[in-house]
C-alpha cells in the first residue's frame, strides 16, 4: 500500500504570496490532519479532515484554511505568508473516524517564506 | 489546558544500559497516549499507544493517571533506537477526533 504522500515537497514563496500544498492520503483512510513542525514551536495541529468536513481545528490565524475532496485528498491554503510561516508541514492520514486511530505521516512539505 | 511536557531534549545513553523517556501530559479527561518515532531521513511513525499495551521493539510505556506520566522504558538500548521519540495525547474534545498535542521531543542518542 502506499504511504501519505505529499506535494511539493520544497516551496520558497515571498512575503505576501499565498501557498497550496497538497496531500494524498492512504488509500481507503478518509481522515486527514495537518501539522506543522518549527524549531521554536515543534508540532502543532491546524486542522483535521473527515468525509469533507473540518472536524477540528487548532489556534492558527484564518490565513490558514484547508479542505478535503470527496476522494479524501486534502489541500491546505496559506494566504499573506508571513516570514514565520516558514515550516514543515506535515500531513498524516487516519483508517476510521472513530478517534485515536494510529496516524500514519506523510514526509512533509518544507516551506521557506523570504 | 492540554499539555505534553518532555522534559529532556537529548538523552544519551551507552549501548545495553536502560532508557526511560519521561513523558508528562496535563488533560481534563481520559485522553488516549502515544509515543511517536522519528528515525533519521524517515518519517514519523507509531511506536506504541496506550490502548494497545503492545511493546514494540523492546520498548513499554505505563500510563500513569495519578501522576499524569506515560514514560518510554526499554531495558537495554541499541544503536539502532538513536532517534527523536515524541510523546503525544489525544483526547475526545466533545467528539471523535484524531487531533494529536505532541511534546516537544526527546533526542536519543545510543552510543557503541
Known amino acids: 500500500k502506499a504511504g501519505v504522500t505529499q506535494t511539493p515537497r520544497y516551496l520558497i514563496k515571498t512575503r505576501g504570496q499565498q501557498v497550496t500544498l497538497s496531500c494524498s492520503p492512504i488509500s481507503g483512510h478518509r481522515s486527514v490532519s495537518w501539522y506543522q513542525q518549527t524549531p521554536g514551536q515543534g508540532l502543532q495541529f491546524l486542522f483535521e479532515y473527515f468525509s469533507e468536513t473540518q472536524r477540528n481545528k487548532g489556534n492558527f490565524p484564518g490565513r490558514f484554511s484547508g479542505r478535503q475532496f470527496s476522494n479524501s485528498r486534502s489541500e491546505m491554503n496559506v494566504s499573506t505568508l508571513e516570514l514565520g510561516d516558514s515550516a514543515l508541514y506535515l500531513c498524516?492520514?487516519?483508517?476510521?473516524?472513530?478517534?485515536?486511530?494510529?496516524?500514519?505521516f506523510g514526509p512533509g512539505t518544507r516551506l521557506t517564506v523570504l | 489546558a492540554q499539555r505534553v511536557t518532555q522534559p529532556e531534549k537529548l538523552l544519551s545513553v551507552f549501548k545495553g544500559a536502560p532508557v526511560e523517556l519521561k513523558c508528562n501530559y496535563s488533560?481534563?479527561?481520559?485522553?488516549?497516549l502515544f509515543w511517536y518515532v522519528q528515525y533519521s531521513r524517515q518519517r514519523l511513525q507509531l511506536l506504541l499507544r496506550?490502548?494497545s499495551r503492545e511493546s514494540i521493539k523492546g520498548f513499554t510505556a505505563d500510563l500513569n493517571k495519578g501522576e499524569t506520566s506515560f514514560h518510554l522504558k526499554k531495558p537495554f538500548a541499541q544503536e539502532e533506537d538513536s532517534a527523536m521519540y515524541y510523546c503525544a495525547l489525544s483526547g475526545s474534545y466533545g467528539g471523535a477526533t484524531n487531533k494529536l498535542i505532541f511534546g516537544t521531543g526527546t533526542l536519543l542518542a545510543v552510543q557503541p
Open positions: 496506550h490502548i
Open positions: 498524516a492520514s487516519s483508517p476510521s473516524g472513530g478517534g485515536f486511530d494510529e496516524q500514519f
Open positions: 488533560y481534563s479527561g481520559s485522553p488516549e
